[in-house]
């Protein structure tokens, strides 16, 4: 019995045992009707996507190439079915010879796939039930007045975004817009009047833009062969954004006031963070970009007892004349619900 997700794979005996590393992984494993081939996925940066593969996992053979894909691959009735460009594909497949037999046939169009990890919102059952979902992006940044009246469109309709952050100095915006196509986030930034915006381009996914105080750079997330790793981009000129020291996982929360401090937690949604042990940690900006955890055991403890708790604040300053933030200070805590 073969036990495998994107990072490890081990073997057991079907009757129980110990069980073994097994020396390869095998991302989204399906096994085939012979018992003996796996199809799964392997992702290769100079495509930006994935290969479908067959593979005998008992043996050390090479694995057989099949499609490229944004999703994973799965096998039902003679066809494997993944998503390309946001389109569900069904291509028909000889099981028994890791033989693609005919062309791939559309499905259905605008359907989410997520390139970090490969998952696709489909799913077929052995005797060929399937079912999916279609992304239908219908959002758009709008300001409204007190009472919720709207007043002016701040960009374009049929957006795919959930959250933004309006800069220090009310001049822009920055969201994060889902692309079906390429089933990835990207960070856009839109005039506030609504007249203008344009992609922060890179590689693969990212997420959570944080303005700095004076809104001339943002930081943010962005993931493409790992997990997500923090990014400056200079909103002045054509400077190369700037790599931030490297931790296992990376999405920023805020940037302090005094822009000595970039804020962020160490695993991503709030309720990941409780259940998995998290930490707030810092970037110093002042001292080499050193990484700094930011709670304390004791305030680490009553955070896990809380669902509420999840991304960090610099605590502000108590009065106009207060010194540069310190570690000490900076270390407080706010709860965001």
């Not at 129980?16 to 796996?38: I, M, Y």
């Amino acid at each position: 019995m073969l036990l495998s997700n994107r990072l490890i794979a081990a073997t057991v005996a079907s009757s129980g045992g110990r069980v073994e590393r097994h020396p390869q992984t095998f991302a989204w494993a399906q096994s085939l009707p012979d018992g003996e081939n796996l199809l799964h996925v392997v992702f290769d940066p100079r495509l930006g996507r994935y290969h479908g593969r067959a593979a005998n996992w008992r043996t050390s053979g090479p694995p057989i190439d099949l499609v490229e894909t944004d999703s994973k691959v799965v096998y039902a009735q003679g066809y494997l079915l993944y998503v390309l460009a946001g389109t569900l594909l069904a291509q028909p497949f000889n099981a028994g010879a890791l033989r693609i037999t005919g062309e791939p046939a559309p499905v259905a169009r605008g359907v989410c796939s997520f390139l970090p990890t490969a998952a696709g919102d489909f799913s077929v059952s052995d005797n060929g039930i399937l079912v999916y979902q279609q992304c239908a992006p219908n959002a758009q940044l709008a300001w409204v007045d007190r009472t919720g009246r709207r007043i002016s469109p701040a960009s374009p309709p049929g957006l795919a975004l959930k959250a933004a952050r309006i800069s220090p100095d009310g001049r822009r915006i920055g969201t994060s817009v889902y692309d079906v196509d390429r089933g990835v986030t990207d960070v856009w930034l839109f005039d506030a009047d609504g007249r203008g915006g344009r992609r922060l381009a890179g590689p693969g996914l990212s997420h959570s833009p944080v303005w700095s105080p004076d809104s001339r750079l943002i930081v943010l997330g962005r993931a493409y062969e790992e997990r997500p790793k923090l990014f400056i981009h200079s909103l002045e000129g054509d400077e190369a954004a700037e790599a931030l020291p490297r931790a296992d996982f990376q999405l920023p929360t805020d940037w302090s006031g005094d822009r000595r401090f970039i804020v962020y937690n160490n695993i991503g949604l709030p309720l990941t963070v409780n259940e998995q042990q998290g930490d707030i940690w810092a970037v110093d900006l002042e001292r080499n970009r050193r990484l700094i955890p930011s709670s304390r055991r004791r305030t680490m403890r009553r955070m896990r007892h809380s669902h509420r708790t999840g991304n960090g604040s610099p605590s502000p300053p108590t009065n106009r004349d207060a010194p540069k933030s310190t570690f000490r200070r900076w270390r407080k805590v706010k709860r965001f619900a």
